[in-house]
């Protein structure tokens, strides 16, 4: 039986995604978070063999709360099951731990296809999320200026490009004031951008947010 998690803001995902597994007989939902935090939570507290998480989500989203999520379960599979294209997302989550990453567009067949293959220890890459790996291997000086932002910097530009404060930022991320001022200048000179402004701008260019 592989026992799984899910986190999604949105009530009627969650009952339409656990009542499809219902009707697998391997498969069983042992708990639901509606936010990053929830989720971290349903972590400490569950056996979970695949967590099924979505990428947005209001406060602490699914981006903020992989990190930390791996910190407390590294042998736990993490799919994120998000609305973004994965050519936007899906090279960062996997380098920061995720363990498959498919659009909420896919037929529903392969979110089970991907659930078993990741709860056997293995990632579940798609034929979309494979060519992007190939086309950055030895292609990293080619590759968009966000692309190549640290984990943390590409949380806190993302967040940044939302609109969110400092402030605001650090308390999510549990990082001080002083810390996240520090990614933003760092982030600010990789990107060659100067305000808030911009980076709002650019992050709906390269469609990183809506």
């Known amino acids: 039986m592989i026992k799984i998690g899910i986190v999604d803001d949105h009530a009627v995902v969650r009952a339409g995604l656990r009542d499809f597994f219902s009707t697998h007989v391997d498969l069983r939902v042992v708990g639901e978070a509606a936010s990053g935090r929830e989720a971290i939570?349903?972590?400490?507290?569950?056996?979970?063999?695949?967590?099924?998480?979505?990428?947005?989500m209001p406060g602490q989203s699914g981006l903020d709360a992989l990190s930390m999520i791996r910190a407390k379960a590294p042998d736990m599979g993490v799919l994120i099951l998000s609305s973004y294209p994965e050519e936007h997302y899906a090279m960062n989550l996997i380098r920061q731990g995720a363990s498959g990453y498919l659009n909420k567009e896919c037929e529903p067949d392969e979110i089970v296809k991907a659930v078993r293959t990741i709860a056997l220890g293995r990632r579940y890459i798609t034929p979309a999320v494979a060519d992007l790996l190939a086309n950055q291997l030895g292609k990293k000086d080619n590759a968009a200026p966000h692309e190549q932002l640290s984990e943390r910097?590409?949380?806190?530009?993302?967040?940044?490009?939302?609109?969110?404060?400092?402030?605001?930022?650090?308390?999510?991320?549990?990082?001080?004031?002083?810390?996240?001022?520090?990614?933003?200048?760092?982030?600010?000179?990789?990107?060659?951008?100067?305000?808030?402004?911009d980076l709002t701008y650019y992050a709906m260019k390269a469609q990183l947010i809506n």
């Open 41 to 56: 939570d349903l972590v400490r507290n569950t056996e979970i063999d695949v967590l099924l998480m979505d990428l947005s």
């Open 153 to 197: 910097e590409f949380q806190v530009f993302l967040k940044l490009a939302k609109g969110e404060t400092v402030g605001k930022i650090g308390e999510d991320l549990s990082l001080s004031v002083k810390t996240i001022s520090t990614y933003r200048t760092r982030l600010m000179e990789k990107l060659a951008l100067q305000t808030n402004s």
